[in-house]
T-cell receptor, first 112, second 110 residues
């Protein structure tokens, strides 16, 4: 089984809808991250969490919120989806090592 | 201006060629320099990392960091079709937040 899983893998939704992307990990890491990837822009950090009670905004947090339900679970919500949130979303975890992050397989989100 | 600049390519080379990838950056506080590899429809995976300046070799892969020029490189020797992927540079201070380049898409032709 994969160490970092994301659900759903693909999602098509309409403008204004609320949507939640979920991430689970079995690696036992405290640090978890949400990124979006757009062509030509690389990975941009949305939110990150260093433990269950620690949530921090990344560089592009507007329009997004997160919930850290447990050490193993970190969810990303789009309260009212808009078309420019169409992107590939990745969850990642990190051990106590600044250089290493383990990524999930990604969720392809399309907002019509 | 982005903190990390990387030419998105694409780059197409014949099998056996040397692939040269590079990134420049503006934040002199970066201490850890990484290369991630991302296959199509997959998440990125760590390929190599270097702490501070210098070179690091791992099989056919060599990573170089020149902090004085704020420039990092990745070389792939004897490239194989299985090396076809997008390569992302990433860097961080010690705050556990990575700054990524845009990624360079590489195709190795058999």
């Amino acid at each position: 089984d994969a160490d970092v899983t994301q659900t759903p893998r693909n999602r098509i939704t309409k403008t204004g809808k609320r949507i939640m992307l979920e991430c689970s990990q079995t690696k036992g890491h405290d640090r978890m991250y949400w990124y979006r990837q757009d062509p030509g822009l690389g990975l941009q950090l949305i939110y990150y969490s260093f433990d269950v009670k620690d949530i921090n905004k990344g560089e592009i947090s507007d329009g997004y919120s997160v919930s850290r339900q447990a050490q193993a679970k970190f969810s990303l919500s789009l309260e009212s989806a808009i078309p420019n949130q169409t992107a590939l979303y990745f969850c990642a975890t990190s051990p106590g090592d600044p250089s290493t992050q383990y990524f999930g397989p990604g969720t392809r989100l399309t907002v019509l | 201006q982005k903190e990390v600049e990387q030419d998105p390519g694409p780059l197409s080379v014949p099998e056996g060629a040397i692939v040269s990838l590079n990134c420049t950056y503006s934040n002199s506080a970066f201490q850890y320099f990484m290369w991630y590899r991302q296959y199509s429809r997959k998440g990125p995976e760590l390929l190599m990392y270097t702490y501070s300046s210098g070179n690091k070799e791992d099989g056919r892969f060599t990573a170089q960091v020149d902090k004085s020029s704020k420039y990092i490189s990745l070389f792939i020797r004897d490239s194989q079709p299985s090396d076809s992927a997008t390569y992302l540079c990433a860097m961080t201070t010690n705050d556990y937040k990575l700054s990524f380049g845009a990624g360079t898409t590489v195709t190795v032709r058999a």
